[in-house]
């Protein structure tokens, strides 16, 4: 029932004023509070993070959000407006009915104009479900190389056993005898104003325009039931953290025949102990000796399509960078990838014993000025300012 639920804004820690950044930023986190895959066995986490799921499903649809803030959980239900409107206790308690209804008031008054003279929602025209949202926790592998994940998602689907008809099997639904399958009644009505006309859901199908005289047990006659399914989801190359992949008709049935809404797979990548990403390049730093970087050496980069070779040419210096061209990330839904960025760090040595700083001083006696080059410079530029 919509009055068991706690409020959308409350499940994801935010107010009403928040912006779609901020409403982004409190679902991540509370979606990586409660996964299943980081609380396992723990039924109130996986509870919570259905509940975190539903609530950003909302209030990230402009749309939705909009009918969830005027009219609370009734106003996202499947079936909200399925009768011609939301009877709900505004207008001062006495309004029943759309604004259509309202319409009829406006045109016994004044010969119409408000509402336009009224067509309403057809309670057996087809509408869309709603679309539904699932997370994954990918590897820093995983999203650049794409992969396959399977994912629970609870949803609506079209009951099984009575096929959408929510009449048990070997019968029927019936057309309402009473408002002939249009989910509404007329009233007229003598004022000192004239006769006025209004239209109200209709107490006898509550809107629906059908009867259904043996409900189907497995639905309780909705026609729908909400159940959890694991969906196997292709993750493309290049997705990055942050993302979101759509399955199109992934999500809730429709309803009276309507497509279905879709799935909605937001995508949390965790870090990696080496590589860093910017867009489709990798970046990564590889620390060195003193002695590989005067002399030069050949070094083992690691890639995200394993080790390759590199020469580092003699007189590298410390924060010097090169390019593995075509070594980054498949670039999402095109071709191509981009490129490695490899920063080299010159480590100094530490606890040397007394013959390591003996030869250390015999090396550093046998430099000259012409061995280092900046510290010259810099030496003299100092000369210069001092003596000026």
Known sequence: MADDKRDYYEV??????????????AYRKAAKKYHPDLNPGDTTAEKNFKEVNEAYEVLSDSEK?????????????????????????????GFTGDFGDLGDIFSSFFGGGFGGGGSRRNPNAPRRGNDTAASVNLSFEEAAKGCKKTVKVTKIDTCDECGGSGAEKGSSAKTCPVCHGSGQVSATQRTPFGVMQTQTVCDHCHGSGKIIEKPCKRCSGKGR????????VEIPAGIDDGQVVNIRGG?????NGGPSGDLRININVRPHPIFERSGYDVYCEIPITFTQAALGDEITVPTLDGKVKFQIHEGTQPGDEFKLRGKGIQRLNYSGKGDQYVKITVEVPKDLSKTQKEKLKEFDAACDDKNYKKKKTFMDKVKDFFND
């Open 65 to 93: 959000r909009a009918r969830y803030d005027q009219f609370g959980h009734a106003g996202v239900d499947p079936n909200f407006g399925a009768g011609g409107g939301y009877g709900g206790g505004g207008f001062g308690g």
């Open 225 to 232: 039931i909400r159940h959890t399914v694991e969906k196997t």
């Open 251 to 255: 999500g809730d049935a429709g309803v």
């Open 12 to 25: 994801l820690g935010v107010d009403k004023s928040v912006s779609e950044d901020e409403l982004k930023k």
